[in-house]
């Protein structure tokens, strides 16, 4: 089935390469961000890189990208429940000008989400390329994929699909309905509700970047927990629906599959999600359970069983409207 | 005489863009490294990008490409009197194969050079494309760019023009002469000699990654100082004279702008150097002066006067053999 290597026997083949890590190092590979002890104080650090052609076309404005590089990576603090706080940027451009524009992108999204620019490196690539390494601060133990239990219930923040069906339009050649494709091109991180789930204990936590069937799975891998989530439970907006219908798309299907929301998915008890819900000025939706064992879709209580994840070495032609976001090492 | 946007415009227009750094940032932009006061403990902070194509032909292995993205990272930190301590790393390959060649290289640069993975991502790129982001510990004020005074003698450690030796060798498709080859694919960051330099209280540091004749400009911009630099002077191996003479290179030319040395140029009071010289196991050779204006180059009591610095988004067919090494965001 898998031809040669995947992603997955590259990570796989790293995790087993590594050394014990050392003391300061609290969570190592395998999370949306390590987690790192620096002179008693707690922090959580990761990396996102996007590449011209893989994770976006010509559509997308080297401002756009460059922002765009910036906001996945402060949604990987966010699921951590950590505060944003410093950014390295590298940048490849085929030519100054474009690089100029991409790092204006950067600078923006640094000054809009509260991330100062350390430094980092320009130079000169084919395709633009934009990496971005974060470093956001802890003020309450981190959000892990690790402590999902059995009884806790699944829940997103905002709604599913919207990027997704922003990316349809893009890739039809239009620039609207413009909501759906400022959603794609212009992700807003759910910062002030990963740190309040952090403040009140939500049990496990992960961005949505790979989609809800793609990412719930590794929620449940790191957890050693099943799911029962509900496709009719998704919250899919009016536009969203409309645009996935008129280019043939099953408009809950690609809220499940889509990727790049960059909500969060959380597992926690009924209450905690409740005083959640209360504190956040997001919407909070109850999408699942946390069950036993076994990921399983249902529609109409019928199993939905084509969801399947995201592979970042598969061809991108062949990946229909599947996340551009790109994978962190990991178990 | 320039021809649209430069790499010098990018980074200028960067640099005015930018907010006032936040109380943490001891040292923004501008140097090897950003200083960070994280904790009670001050960090160092750095990225650098390697891009196929660009930096480097079809003669490195991803293994090698792996290897150098840390080793020229750890550089960075060794030019500031820190020790490497994190990294970060993102990889971009054309498949899952070329990726995993590439993190074998990154895991073991990091395990000979004693920094810990806290993970990255991988995503798939026509060209392979490595960015890594460091962050090193300080246990002395940090060395920067800016210390240099009048009097100051400057010297450098080890040797110049054998990485461009071995790039050349390797360009005529030779792996050979293994030694220089090396020098090129391999490079051995001057960790120990930084920190004891910091110790010391040198005035002034840089490794020397698009060489001598670029980064001594530097040096001397941010110290608002000038400097005579003797040719005759620069510590060039036997070998490295051979191979370039061989190849039509003027062997003192080749170590005054070949870059990717990742050698330190330091600037300090000769008692200092000497001091150095006995603590350190590498040799350091004084080449000029610090001066109050003016970048000099000298060789047999004559002006030099051709000796050009590296512009990352310059055609790489046009460089001979100037440096592949990539340009921090400075002002």
Aim: charged share 25%.
């Amino acid at each position: 089935m898998r031809p040669g290597v995947d992603e997955f026997d590259v990570i796989q083949s790293l995790s087993k390469m590594l050394p014990s890590p050392p003391p300061e190092v609290l969570v190592p590979i395998g999370d949306d961000c390590a987690v790192l002890r620096l002179g008693g104080t707690e922090w959580v650090a990761a990396a996102d890189m996007l590449v011209s052609g893989h994770h976006f076309e010509g559509w997308a404005t080297p401002e756009d990208v460059g922002y765009k590089a910036v906001a996945v990576n402060v949604s990987d603090v966010a699921a951590m429940g950590g505060t944003p706080r410093f950014v390295l940027v590298s940048g490849g451009a085929p030519d100054p000008e474009t690089a100029l524009r991409c790092m204006r992108g950067v600078i923006k999204a640094c000054d809009e989400l509260g991330v100062y620019p350390l430094g980092g490196d320009t130079t000169r690539a084919d395709s633009l390329t934009v990496d971005v390494s974060i470093l956001g601060e802890l003020s309450a133990p981190p959000l892990l994929r690790s402590g999902a239990r059995p009884g806790d219930l699944l829940a997103v923040t905002g709604e599913l699909g919207a990027s997704a069906a922003g990316l349809l339009a893009l890739q039809g050649g239009e620039r609207v309905p413009e909501r759906l494709v400022r959603k794609h091109l212009r992700p807003e991180p759910r910062v002030e509700t990963g740190l309040a789930a952090a403040r009140l204990g939500v049990h496990a936590a992960i961005d949505l970047s790979d989609g809800l069937a793609s990412d719930v799975r590794r929620i449940c891998e790191r957890s050693g927990v099943g799911c029962n989530i509900g496709l009719e439970r998704l919250p899919v907006a009016d536009d969203t629906r409309r645009l996935a219908g008129k280019m043939g798309h099953d408009p809950q299907k690609l809220a499940a599959t889509g990727g790049e929301d960059y909500e969060l998915l959380l597992a926690a008890p009924e209450r905690t999600l409740e005083a959640l819900g209360e504190e956040s000025g997001v919407p909070i939706t109850v999408v699942g359970e946390v069950t036993a064992e076994g990921v399983v879709f249902l529609r109409g209580g019928r199993l939905v069983d084509d969801l399947s994840g995201w592979d970042h070495f598969s061809d991108p032609a062949s990946e229909g409207t599947r996340g551009p976001s790109s994978e962190r090492w990991k178990e």
